[in-house]
């Protein structure tokens, strides 16, 4: 069993920026044995990916409305991984949620067993 939380959310000015963190664990659990993502959910919308990481960090991918915005990451010591986004904009407005899966990177919600309870992320205009 894997646990996720999320924490960094909030309210942004447009053009502004946000780090958001997931903190994974569980009693027998290999952080770095797992494919991380964050998906996002806005009101009245399907959840949607948004960016994914291996387990040793090494390849990344990102959704087309983010690229270029946002940098996902990880610190595999601190079981952690990590969504940097800039140049905020109304449209990224969201709850964001973090996903865990073993050797999966994948960018479909139902390929992802373990999410956490999701941030906030509000941006105005």
């Known amino acids: 069993q894997v646990q996720l939380v999320e924490s960094g959310g909030g309210l942004v000015q447009a053009g502004g920026s946000l780090r958001l963190s997931c903190a994974a664990s569980?009693?027998?659990?290999?952080?770095?044995?797992?494919?991380m993502a964050w998906f996002r959910q806005a009101p009245g919308k399907e959840r949607e990916f948004v960016a994914a990481?291996?387990?040793?960090?090494?390849?990344?991918s990102y959704a087309d409305s983010v690229k270029g915005r946002s940098a996902i990451s990880r610190d595999n010591a601190k079981n952690t991984v990590y969504l940097q986004m800039n140049s905020l904009k109304p449209g990224d407005t969201a709850v964001y949620y973090c996903a865990a899966e073993p050797f999966s990177t994948s960018t479909y919600v139902n390929e992802y067993a373990y999410w956490g309870q999701g941030t906030q992320v509000t941006v105005s205009s």
């Open positions: 990481i291996t387990g040793s960090g090494g390849r990344t």
């Open positions: 569980g009693r027998t659990f290999t952080f770095s044995n797992y494919g």
